[in-house]
């Protein structure tokens, strides 16, 4: 089967720098994303990895180890607006080059002052 | 450019009912896909559509359909309502990419607000 793991919560102090990590098992990869939900509202894109390294967006960077089944969001100079769920997903490897993903149960963020 | 919509927001039904929920993707996306969100299980793919064809489907039981117009719109309907049905259904739509590497980015919608009782 498919699995995806990250943190539930984590707590993060405005200004500062947090990373949050996610490992997947599946078999084979297509791609992993990260999206950003505030608290009743829709998720929002963040980034896309297909290749092992760091993506950089501004204050957000990604980054993938395939070898390792592992990715990390880097979110630097926190804002108080970043306190939210990140979501972490992988493209179904079974499901070729479609829209199904598989989601992570999303860690929750709170930036405090 | 307009974003996902989804119709309606909320809606409230009882047990043993049937629910159908509307799916209207940015102009020019032909995938759409659905999730369900609740607390205890997070997003979980529903099914894909793309040009009026499902591509994808989920683990769920029967009772959940969906189809897609030719407009690309997009409706998904739970027959036999069940309290577990109450959930955020979120929808999503995507350009496809004909690259394999492309980033087949989902832009989704605000959601549909269920609550079965």
């Known amino acids: 089967g498919q699995n995806i793991d990250q943190p539930t919560e984590m707590t993060a102090t405005e200004g500062a720098i947090v990373q949050i990590n996610c490992t997947y098992q599946?078999?084979?990869?297509?791609?992993l994303f990260w999206y950003q939900q505030h608290a009743g509202e829709a998720p929002t894109f963040l980034s896309y990895?297909?290749?092992?390294g760091l993506e950089e967006k501004g204050r957000f960077s990604s980054f993938l180890s395939r070898s390792k089944g592992y990715s990390y969001l880097l979110l630097k100079e926190l804002q108080m607006k970043d306190s939210a769920s990140y979501l972490c997903?992988?493209?179904?490897?079974?499901?070729?080059?479609?829209?199904?993903?598989?989601f992570g149960q999303g860690t929750t963020l709170q930036v405090k002052p | 450019k307009a974003g996902v919509t989804q119709t309606p927001r909320y809606l409230i039904k009882t047990r043993g009912q049937q629910v159908t929920l509307s799916c209207s993707p940015i102009?020019?996306?032909?995938?759409v896909s659905w999730y369900q969100q609740t607390p205890g299980q997070g997003l979980q793919f529903l099914f894909e559509?793309?040009?009026?064809?499902?591509?994808n489907k989920g683990n769920f039981p029967g009772r959940f359909s969906g189809r897609q117009f030719s407009n690309s719109r997009s409706e998904m309907n739970v027959s036999t309502l069940e309290l577990g049905d109450s959930a955020l259904y979120l929808c999503?739509?995507?350009?496809?990419?004909?690259?394999?590497?492309?980033?087949?980015?989902?832009?989704f919608g605000p959601g549909t607000r269920l609550t079965v009782t």
């Open positions: 999503a739509s995507s350009y496809e990419f004909l690259q394999t590497s492309g980033s087949y980015e989902q832009y």
């Open positions: 997903a992988v493209r179904d490897p079974l499901a070729g080059n479609t829209g199904k993903l598989i």
């Open positions: 990895n297909v290749l092992d």
């Open positions: 559509y793309f040009s009026e064809t499902q591509r």
């Open positions: 102009s020019g996306h032909r995938s």
């Open positions: 599946t078999s084979g990869f297509n791609g």
